[in-house]
């Protein structure tokens, strides 16, 4: 589709990037080297259906030149006027630029207007016809009718007659879209709820997709014949997609897949999954699906981190399911290959057996602990890749089992740095386990970080001073309490047995700070960590961090970083 844009003259030098277009929105950015150019430049957009393109069919050069300057058909809301001298070149003039109106004479050489029509009926079915003619024929004003011709002309021609006619198209026109779109919502909420419909399990009856099938005008999908792979998408927790970037992406894998001789039924299942099951008269072979998988994961790639797996192919509909539920399986294997990896079933029977858990691994956690309490960063190094290489692509064992045990092994890494007093300076992220967990989109993601922290814990072991006891247990208590809003120096002081007055004078004797000081440091210390994900609402994080007034928290913050929370978000980003 075009849309004209008018620029007026403009002395500074300005461009105008591409459009982007959301149903009848179009959206439109200038870029201005000077600001004063925004003075100057005057953009007329004209918007969807009222901007039209017009061709005029007729032999006769001086009626075709006549219509162009006789009448003001911008005011009509016509940005282009089409012209051909005879119905064989109209009809490649109206393949080529798709007019939503054509004004044509009736009787033209090498091919009638009427016959003209009747081959752009299929080609330009909503394109509206307008015949002039200086022969009162009947036999032509019956076709002229059949062809749905919004009006007859007779010539000589009368402007205001012309005007009334194309004002009259205009409007059945946009009749005609409305009626296109609502069909089109119509059917996409149909075929939206026949996709949700076979990711549940078919009860006795199988009545209901049978009534989608019919109200989405689609029965052969209910032919025996049919096949059916599911395919499911799953995008990263963290990633940012929008509704037009979704149906964009939909819409171009809709294309690709008509070059296989398929189709598609789409569903979106709690934002995170997308749904596709697959369709066609022929089973899918497993060079197409890799093409298919291929192609769905680069249209993906625009939003972040994804795993796509893809179900057994089913011949008849209501053993969708089945599809289905094999790509949720495999959806769950993912997690222990690479983001963007395209799952089936041929790719997991390929894999090798894994070999038997080595000794070390026999109990991880006790292995994990005695070196990290005893300081023997290299064993655990080695300890750690030994972990790695049992557990990566090893699909006997769920993902939430994995989980666990990195659960386990995080809290042992935690409690290593209490008994040993091993403080962890403020600037380091130090997530909440959970979060961590969360955060892991693939066992590799998950690995990496227990690595990290563990390398990081030899490191500080390494470098840290011994701490006074009681400092230790004074922090370590802060670092479990500063999200509660009500933490006070009392309770501070009663959880390492001491006054509050001695322990604000023991507390900053030892640290230079004073124990609010320290409070406040750490708490926007977290705020920064939180800042940094987009998840959190900045009045999630000031009660995340001990903050029940947000205008409070927002003036604490800016005057320890020196940016609002807003700004440091923005500057994050």
């Not at 004003?141 to 205001?160: D, M, R």
């Not at 549940?200 to 997709?209: A, F």
């Not at 189709?263 to 299942?269: G, I, V, Y």
Request: charged share 20%; net charge negative; aromatic share 10%.
């Amino acid at each position: 589709e075009y849309f004209w844009i008018r620029v007026k003259y403009s002395p500074f030098p300005c461009k105008i990037l591409p459009i982007i277009k959301s149903g009848l929105l179009v959206f439109l950015c200038i870029l201005c080297y000077n600001r004063n150019a925004c003075n100057n430049i005057l953009v007329f957009l004209p918007i969807g259906e009222s901007y039209m393109k017009l061709l005029i069919v007729d032999d006769e050069e001086l009626t075709r030149t006549g219509l162009v300057s006789s009448i003001d058909w911008e005011s009509l809301g016509i940005t282009e006027i089409l012209q051909a001298d005879d119905g064989m070149n109209g009809l490649e003039m109206a393949r080529l630029h798709k007019p939503e109106i054509i004004l044509c004479d009736v009787r033209m050489p090498r091919m009638t207007g009427i016959a003209m029509l009747e081959r752009l009926e299929k080609i330009l079915p909503d394109c509206i016809p307008i015949f002039m003619s200086g022969y009162s024929d009947k036999e032509y004003l019956k076709a002229a009718i059949k062809l749905k011709a919004v009006n007859y002309i007779e010539k000589p021609l009368n402007p205001e007659e012309i005007r009334e006619a194309i004002l009259e198209a205009q409007s059945l026109y946009k009749q005609k879209l409305r009626s296109h779109r609502g069909e089109a919502i119509h059917s996409l909420e149909t075929s939206t709820r026949l996709a949700l419909k076979l990711t549940v399990p078919s009860t006795s009856s199988n009545q209901e997709i049978v009534d989608l099938c019919l109200e989405l005008g689609n029965p052969e999908l209910l032919d025996s014949g049919i096949n059916f792979t599911s395919i499911i998408v799953k995008l990263n927790n963290t990633a940012e997609s929008s509704g037009a970037v979704l149906e964009d992406i939909h819409r171009e894998i809709a294309r690709f897949l008509a070059h296989y001789h398929l189709k598609c039924l789409f569903a979106e299942k709690r934002v995170q999954y997308l749904v596709y099951h697959i369709y066609g008269s022929n089973p899918i072979s497993p060079t197409t699906l890799s093409a298919v998988g291929s192609y769905i994961s680069r249209q993906y790639s625009t939003c972040g981190k994804h795993m796509i797996a893809a179900g057994n192919t089913v011949t008849d509909i209501s053993k969708v399911y089945q599809s289905y539920a094999s790509a949720v399986i495999l959806l769950q294997n993912c997690f222990f290959f690479p983001a963007e990896t395209f799952l089936t079933e041929d790719i997991v029977n390929q894999q090798p057996p894994k070999p038997p858990l080595p000794g070390t691994l026999q109990s991880p956690e006790s292995t994990f602990s005695k070196y990290l309490l005893s300081g023997e960063g290299e064993p655990c190094g080695q300890f750690l890749e030994e972990l790695f290489g049992y557990y990566n692509g090893n699909l006997t064992f769920m993902p939430n089992q994995i989980r666990d045990l990195y659960y386990q092994l995080f809290s042992i890494l935690s409690a290593a740095r209490k008994k040993n007093q091993v403080e962890s300076g403020f600037h380091e992220k130090q997530d909440l386990i959970v979060d961590t967990l969360d955060n892991a989109f693939t066992y590799e993601e998950l690995h990496e970080s227990l690595k990290e922290k563990t390398a990081q814990y030899f490191e500080d072991a390494k470098n840290s001073q011994p701490e006074n006891s009681t400092i230790f247990m004074i922090k370590d208590y802060i670092s479990r309490n500063y999200m509660n809003d009500t933490l006070s120096v009392k309770d501070i002081s009663s959880h390492v047995y001491l006054s509050a007055s001695y322990v604000c004078t023991f507390f900053k004797s030892e640290t230079g700070q004073t124990l609010n000081q320290y409070l406040t440091e750490y708490r926007m210390e977290k705020a920064k960590q939180l800042l940094s994900d987009p998840r959190y609402k900045i009045s999630e994080i000031s009660s995340k961090v001990g903050y029940t007034d947000g205008n409070y928290f927002g003036k604490s913050f800016k005057k320890y970083s020196g940016f609002s929370p807003s700004e440091y978000r923005e500057k994050m980003s």
